[in-house]
């Protein structure tokens, strides 16, 4: 018995003697330990729970494994055999325990906080995946959430590094509360902006938008809490400030995408010079016209009786009402867009003069077809007035343009023809 205990009291005077190599043994050893933890964790406990979740529809979710919340927790586990097993060190000087302690709890912090930004992340990508998404997108909102979380972080790992109360230093954020205003200036705008927008359903994922100020013109791809992106038509990508889009105007063509019709509004223009009344053998040709025929034999009938109204000394063709050409035209047209296919007739459909110009007589064809596609209305669109074109000489109507160079040199050619013709004189 005496042997044994002389053996103990000689194993602590040798620790004594000799415990700052016992202490760096421990400290390796915690080390060692801590890093096999991490290990077993990521590589066999990991590997299982994503063995279960490849039994669900998450398993295989790109969204989730991207932002890998899970394994970023798995960085808690070494961090608190750390903290646990630095304590069970004997003779380790309390200071160097204390900063151990309060780095590993920052570490700590700092990993859940990460995260749960993280976790927010597939939260965002899960939401947008539902029918309803592009109408009340939550990001903005998940932003807010996040900077208060790492907000929150930073406090409580200043208060871990430092061993103080996270009260002792929100007391102080009183006095900061200017400097924060002013830090947090865009994004307590953006946030406002952000809820304005969402209430109001003002912008939605995938709008066509139009801004000419900040050259924006396409489609709304993301609506975040600082800022809107915009795909254009060039492919290009335009960052508009969320808080633009409530303090100046945008225009958002959602209306005419959920009505089902795109507006035509094109005017052709007429040769003045071109209109005039019309002759019997002009009407003869017009009434081969299918959709013509009806609506010239109701005209004559109208202006036959009005003319019958008429004076003997009034009979007179200047007197009379008689049709024209330019207004059988417009019948024409608004007769053509009510039959065709494409054509939304449940819709406004008008065919106009607008006053006449140094261009001409504008006739102007408004009407929406039944496809809101930008490709088939623009087909719709050429078509339409390919034929309205074609069909002009038919009426004896020319579409007016401004004189060419061939034009001038017509001219010209003219001009020449006619001074060498010779005179009585010669």
């Known amino acids: 018995m005496e042997h044994i205990t002389t053996s103990i009291d000689q194993l602590i005077q040798l620790y004594r003697e000799n415990h700052y190599v016992a202490n760096f043994a421990a400290l390796v050893f915690l080390t060692v330990l801590a890093t ?45 055999i750390v903290i646990m097993g630095i304590s069970l060190i004997p003779d380790i000087p309390d200071q160097l325990n204390i900063i151990v302690r309060n780095v590993a709890s920052a570490f700590i912090i ?62 102080g954020l009183g006095a900061m509360a200017a400097v924060l205003m002013l830090v947090f200036q865009d994004t307590l705008l953006s946030l406002v902006a952000s809820v304005q927008i969402s209430s109001s359903d003002m912008v939605r994922v995938g709008d066509w938008i139009e801004m000419p100020e900040l050259r924006a013109d396409g489609n709304v791809i993301d609506v975040a809490l600082h800022t809107v992106k915009v795909q254009n038509w060039d492919k290009t990508i335009t960052t508009l400030p969320t808080r633009r889009l409530v303090s100046e ?75 024209t050409n330019v207004g059988t035209f417009r019948a024409y047209v608004l007769r053509y867009l009510e039959s065709h296919d494409k054509i939304r007739s449940d819709m406004t459909m008008l065919v106009r003069q607008l006053a006449p110009g140094p261009d001409g007589l504008p006739l102007e064809i408004y009407c929406f077809t039944n496809t809101t596609a930008w490709a088939s209305y623009e087909d719709i669109q050429s078509d339409i ?9 038919e009426f004896g109507l020319q579409a007016y343009q401004q004189p060419s160079g061939r034009d001038l040199q017509k001219i010209g050619f003219g001009i020449k023809a006619l001074e060498n013709i010779p005179t009585r004189a010669e």
């Open 36 to 80: 096999f933890a991490n290990f077993v964790v990521k590589r066999l406990l990991l590997r299982v729970i994503f063995k279960i979740l490849s039994l669900t529809k998450y398993g295989h979710d790109r969204d989730i494994m991207e932002h890998n919340v899970i394994a970023r927790l798995a960085n808690v586990v070494p961090a608190l």
């Open 110 to 171: 700092l990993t859940i906080a990460l995260a749960l930004g993280e976790a927010l992340v597939v939260a965002n990508a899960l939401y947008q995946r539902r029918p309803d998404a592009a109408n009340k997108p939550i990001k903005g909102y998940l932003q807010v959430i996040k900077i208060a979380i790492y907000v929150i972080a930073a406090i409580l790992i200043v208060a871990a590094l430092i061993d103080k109360s996270p009260l002792i230093l929100l007391s």
């Open 249 to 323: 105007p945008f225009k958002n063509w959602r209306g005419m995408q959920e009505s089902g019709g795109r507006r035509i509004k094109r005017a052709l223009y007429l040769d003045q010079n071109s209109i005039h009344f019309l002759k019997e053998d002009e009407k003869d040709h017009l009434r081969k016209f299918t959709l013509l025929s009806d609506y010239l034999d109701n005209k004559d009938k109208e202006l036959t009786q009005w003319n019958a109204k008429l004076d003997e000394n009034n009979h007179d063709p200047v007197n009379t009402r008689r049709l």
């Open 385 to 393: 007035f390919d034929h309205l074109y074609a069909v002009l000489p």
